[in-house]
């Protein structure tokens, strides 16, 4: 049997079915995720979970056989199971950018065979970046021409969530200096996924190395390789989002141990007139700020959310002001990134005024919120995201907004 029919749902899923189960999808993803982190155990057997709930159809329109969720739905569900394992729902990033070029693609065979796939069960990860090269965004992975077929030779790195996929489109330059996207089976002979991703943190999104050891690769593998079409830019800004609302799950946790942590573990400091550490105001006005910063990023995320869905709806009805719906999803989407990882970062700091200094023992973990977020704010230079949409604001300039890689 395949992974993919080991795991299918008996039956497909709609949409109300699928959001219906979140909850007990988040629950249980969520029992033992802190110390599946401190022990480093990939959530693999939680992603048989996320396969079994149809989460992975979850866009696929209803034209094309799936529930037809909108990205509103796709990232309040990636919020959810953030708030319960921020590893799980980061790394499915890449699979619901490739749904989202499903959805929004048109009807070609290579196409219609991966929706499939995704309706069967399927999850898809991918293999775009590199280490060790010049600059950020270069790459060295060839796929060339042997005889009838085709080889894939090189080594990927921030492979997010492909060592929990069924599927990996890997992007390479063909013999004629074309970008190309191969889509290959990650079992399959020669493809090595290495769990060697070092980072402080997000450690078990397996966002380390897959290696090509002349991978066979069938000639309706291969697509090419755009990304500065709308749909190609559009996707550019919900992968971005999904790391925002990966962040917004986050806070939640954060929020969610600081008031357990007062609860079951505080003790008010030896100056504090209050009796009990939930009754002392200053824990309070704490609690209460947290509350707040996690209840303005839900709603900067969701409003986001919105506007994205807005450019999908453009693209699909080919309107003719589609262009400049996608460009504001772009910047809707970095402005949004900005302020939450402001309002993100400082909360992953502010929730130890909570607690003493018993609070920032490793039994807690409470710092891996904080290196996860800043390992997440940390994948796209903000201070560019900045300047760019500064030069926007000023001059009109459109140039890396309509590139279709990180804005």
């Not at 969520?30 to 155990?41: M, W, Y």
């Not at 060339?144 to 969530?161: A, D, E, H, I, M």
């Not at 050891?213 to 079409?229: K, L, M, S, T, Y």
């Not at 990882?341 to 018993?358: D, I, N, P, Y």
Request: hydrophobic fraction near 40%; aromatic fraction near 6%.
């Amino acid at each position: 049997m395949s992974a993919v029919a080991a795991f299918a749902s008996p039956r497909p899923r709609t949409r109300e079915e699928i959001l219906a189960g979140l909850p007990a999808l988040a629950a249980a993803i969520a029992e033992g995720a802190s110390e599946r982190e401190k022990q480093h155990v990939l959530p693999f057997e939680q992603f048989k979970l996320v396969r079994a709930s149809g989460l992975g159809t979850l866009r696929i329109g209803r034209e094309q056989g799936g529930p037809g969720g909108s990205i509103e739905d796709v990232i309040h569900a990636v919020t959810t199971l953030a708030a319960a394992d921020s590893n799980v729902a980061h790394a499915l990033r890449t699979h619901f950018n490739t749904c989202e070029l499903l959805r929004l693609g048109p009807p070609e065979p290579h196409r219609l065979r991966h929706i499939r796939l995704i309706l069967e069960g399927a999850l898809f990860g991918g293999a775009f970046t590199e280490q060790g090269t010049a600059r950020a965004g270069q790459n060295t992975t060839r796929l060339v021409r042997v005889g009838n077929g085709w080889r894939l030779r090189g080594r990927k790195y921030y492979t997010t969530g492909t060592a929990f996929a069924d599927y990996a489109s890997v992007f390479a330059f063909d013999d004629e200096e074309r970008g190309v996207n191969a889509v290959i089976p990650v079992t399959r002979e020669g493809v090595e996924i290495l769990d060697d991703w070092d980072g402080m943190g997000q450690n078990l999104t397996a966002s380390g190395s897959m290696v090509l050891n002349d991978v066979e690769v069938f000639e309706d593998e291969i697509a090419p390789g755009e990304r500065d079409d709308l749909a190609g830019r559009h996707a550019s800004a919900l992968r971005q989002l999904i790391l925002v609302a990966t962040a917004a799950g986050i806070v939640r946790n954060v929020v969610s141990d600081a008031v357990n942590y007062v609860r079951r573990h505080g003790r008010p400091a030896m100056h504090s007139p209050a009796e009990t550490a939930r009754e002392d105001h200053f824990v309070q006005l704490v609690i209460g700020e947290l509350g707040a910063a996690s209840h303005a990023i839900d709603v900067l995320v969701a409003d986001a959310a919105r506007q994205l869905d807005r450019s999908a709806e453009a693209i699909l009805r080919h309107a003719p002001d589609a262009d400049d719906v996608v460009l504001q999803g772009a910047l809707t989407t970095a402005r949004t990134q900005l302020v939450v990882s402001r309002l993100a970062l400082a909360a992953a700091e502010r929730m130890f005024e909570a607690g003493g200094a018993s609070a920032t023992s490793r039994k807690h973990n409470f710092d891996r919120h904080w290196r996860n977020l800043r390992t997440i704010f940390s994948h796209n230079p903000l201070q560019h995201k900045a300047r760019i949409l500064g030069d926007h604001a000023l001059n009109g300039t459109k140039t890396h907004l309509v590139e279709g890689r990180v804005f």
